[in-house]
């Protein structure tokens, strides 16, 4: 039988190696990126061109404007973007409660594709602390999801992948690359300019240069 699974995608380093372990495990993707109310929209340019590479079933991209709650760096405009300090505290580019509506919408979709998986870029080991991000809040999820669905209450499994939360993000990159993933395709940076050069500085950029430089490969990334 054919197995369908949604992947959260937003054409970053994570999402795009979900994809690329999900098709080598035989699923029939359908990639869902989410338009959030981010202060840029190149990674949705980029999420694009990614799937079209991966030949993916379906790829929607639905607006979810968070940024009418505010709240983050990332969709505030009152509010820059900071660089990375490391001090391990939720920084604010933390957006409330983005991991659970965006899983809430690939559950939905899920259900109506008759998909029993789906995928997720998050990691508990190089990243910024965001609560979301823990392996605990998908257990919670899945227990949640097979109350809140038809196809749960009736006995369908959903189950949530997240392949790389124990992993380091230089272990991330290799998994990718032994896959044949282009990391010059994906976007992470919050800060990027006009040009598509990365600040080299905030929380994401500097976990990804710290992925490549353990990881021992090029960074392929234009940083200003």
């Known amino acids: 039988m054919t197995k369908k699974a949604v992947i959260l995608f937003s054409g970053g380093v994570d999402s795009t190696t979900c994809l690329a372990m999900a098709k ?13 109310g981010q202060k840029h929209h190149a990674e949705i ?8 590479h991966y030949g993916v079933a379906e790829h929607k991209i639905l607006d979810l404007p968070l940024d009418q709650f505010g709240g983050s760096a990332l969709t505030d405009t009152q509010q820059s973007v900071p660089e990375y300090t490391g001090d391990g505290k939720i920084p604010s580019t933390y957006v409330p409660a983005r991991n659970t509506i965006f899983l809430a919408m690939a559950m939905a979709w ?3 594709l008759g998909a029993n ?3 997720i870029g998050a990691s508990a080991i190089d990243y910024s602390g965001y ?3 823990r392996p605990e809040f998908y257990d919670a999820f899945v227990n949640m999801a097979h109350l809140a669905t038809k196809t749960g209450v009736e006995g369908a499994k959903l189950k949530i992948n997240t392949p790389l939360i124990n992993l380091s993000k230089a272990e991330t990159i290799q998994a990718g690359l032994q896959l044949g993933v282009d990391y010059s395709m994906t976007v992470s940076c919050y800060r990027l ?3 598509r050069q990365a ?3 905030c929380d994401s950029c500097v976990l990804r240069k710290k992925g490549f430089v353990q990881a021992a490969v090029a960074d392929p990334t234009h940083y200003i």
């Open 199 to 201: 600040c080299g500085k």
């Open 193 to 195: 300019n006009d040009r």
């Open 24 to 36: 080598a495990q035989g699923f029939v993707c359908y990639a869902l990126s989410l338009n959030y």
């Open 131 to 133: 609560p979301d991000c």
């Open 110 to 112: 899920a259900e109506v």
């Open 117 to 119: 998986d789906i995928f």
């Open 45 to 52: 340019a980029a999420a694009k061109e990614i799937a079209r």
